[in-house]
């Protein structure tokens, strides 16, 4: 396989985690975060953010700071990578988590837990599964939810030759041995919680609760890298788990690796892709270690892979790299020289959802304080701060609308 990027050094901008020196005391030294290859755009991190990369089985959590990105292992078992229960309930996971990254934040010494959450989804995950994501985590504390593609920040990886503009072909292999799921890899309505896992009569289970054969669910995604979040062109994923095989999960199940190159092979021609218009191909998840699956896929779509160390982390490495370099999630009010001026801000996308008041009417703010927070039509979370000190004196748009780019939010009284 030629030109891998197989990371042999830890996460730019991470600092080794408690777990893996013995000690849960010492964070250890930031490391400094040099240009990515997929972007040139200055890092940014105007707030802390906890990362959370799900799986059905599975979850990895990484906080970003101004600081660096650290991440946060799992208080009950010390390691990386969290387990997670079948039928955990959504809210509550999102909660220990949350608990567990102020812990971290603590011992870094910052004593606020993080407020906003990235969590990465399948590219196919339904607007349904979606919705009760946001509002898991909103019911677990957190005051700004945005959700990205796993397969667009992938391509961020540490030590990844993707470059600006390449197409790839993201294979994302979630899974693990006596665990089965749906193909969204999350369950559906019949979930429990919010919908984070598989649950009871809910989709990939037997009617009588218990889970199916064990299997891994593949998904294949094609992005092109790009500045900010790259654009995802196409997907698909497995209509059922693919058995894994003794030993080697997906390498000992009969026409396990052959389902999983005629994935891709399916996608690309949908899209009326050649192989020669692809750059790479990069293999993410737990199932990404099975024997002989990056031969099989290289040499049946004739395309190279490009490895990852760990690649069941190479979503949340990836999005900790892309955070800092999306932009920052804030715009300034439109100046005015009248005593009781109107807040008003040039959108981006033109049209925002109003999530919350972040100040108190009649309470005074300091310069550059964020005083609401929107939700993109993007999906992306923006906090809309003022230039100069002052009042808020009317609120003139409740949280929850609909808001257009210079509309009146409300009416503040400068100091």
């Known amino acids: 396989m030629r030109g891998q990027g197989a990371m042999s050094s830890p996460h730019p901008g ?11 005391a010492d964070a250890g030294p930031v490391v400094p975060r040099p240009a990515s290859p997929v972007d040139d755009l200055a890092p940014v991190v105007d707030r802390t953010t906890l ?15 101004e600081r660096g990105s650290w991440l946060v292992p799992d208080p009950a078992r010390g390691e990386g990578r969290w387990s997670r229960r079948p039928g955990e309930a959504g809210t509550e996971f999102l909660a220990t988590v949350r608990s567990a990254a102020a812990h971290r934040l603590a011992s870094l010494g910052e004593s606020v837990a993080p407020e906003c959450a990235v969590v990465t989804i399948p590219a196919a995950a339904p607007d349904a599964l979606r919705r009760r994501l946001v509002e898991a985590g909103e019911l677990a504390g957190f005051t700004g939810v945005e959700l990205v593609p796993a397969a667009a920040v992938a391509v961020w990886a540490p030590n990844l030759p993707v470059r600006t503009g390449d197409l790839v072909l993201v294979y994302e292999i979630a899974g693990h041995p006596a665990t089965g799921y749906d193909a969204t890899g999350y369950g ?6 919010a919908g984070y896992g598989p649950g009871p009569n809910g989709p990939g289970y037997e009617p009588d609760g218990r889970a199916p054969d064990s299997g891994a ?3 294949v995604t094609v992005v092109r890298a790009g500045e900010g979040l790259s654009e995802v062109l196409g997907h698909d994923a497995t209509a059922d788990a693919l058995p894994y095989g003794p030993g080697d999960r997906l390498g000992g199940a009969p026409g396990g690796l052959d389902r999983a190159l005629a994935l891709g092979q399916d996608l690309l021609a949908r899209l009326g892709l050649g192989r020669t218009q692809v750059s790479w191909v990069v293999l993410v998840g737990e199932g990404a ?16 892979v ?9 979503v949340i490495r990836g999005a900790a790299a892309w955070l800092p370099r999306s932009g920052p999630r804030r715009v300034r009010a439109r100046g005015s020289t009248q005593r009781l001026v109107p807040l008003a801000y040039t959108i981006p996308g033109y049209t925002a959802r109003l ?16 005083v609401a927070r929107v939700r993109l039509a993007s999906g992306a979370v923006w906090d809309l701060t003022v230039r100069t000190p002052g009042v808020l004196d009317e609120v003139l748009v409740p949280a929850g609308r609909e808001v257009r780019s210079g509309e009146w939010l409300a009416l503040v009284r400068p100091a």
């Open 217 to 219: 669910t593949v998904t």
């Open 14 to 24: 991470w600092a080794p985690p408690s777990w893996a020196a013995g000690s849960s």
């Open 306 to 314: 490009a490895t990852v160390d760990e690649p069941e982390l190479a």
């Open 289 to 304: 270690r099975t024997p002989g699956l990056a031969a099989r896929i290289e040499h049946g779509l004739g395309i190279p």
């Open 355 to 370: 999530l919350r008041w972040l100040v108190e009417p009649r309470r005074p703010y300091p310069a550059g304080t964020a």
């Open 51 to 65: 990362i959370i990369d799900i799986d059905p089985t599975s979850a990895a959590a990484m906080v970003v700071t």
């Open 188 to 193: 559906g309505p019949g979930s429990n919680g």
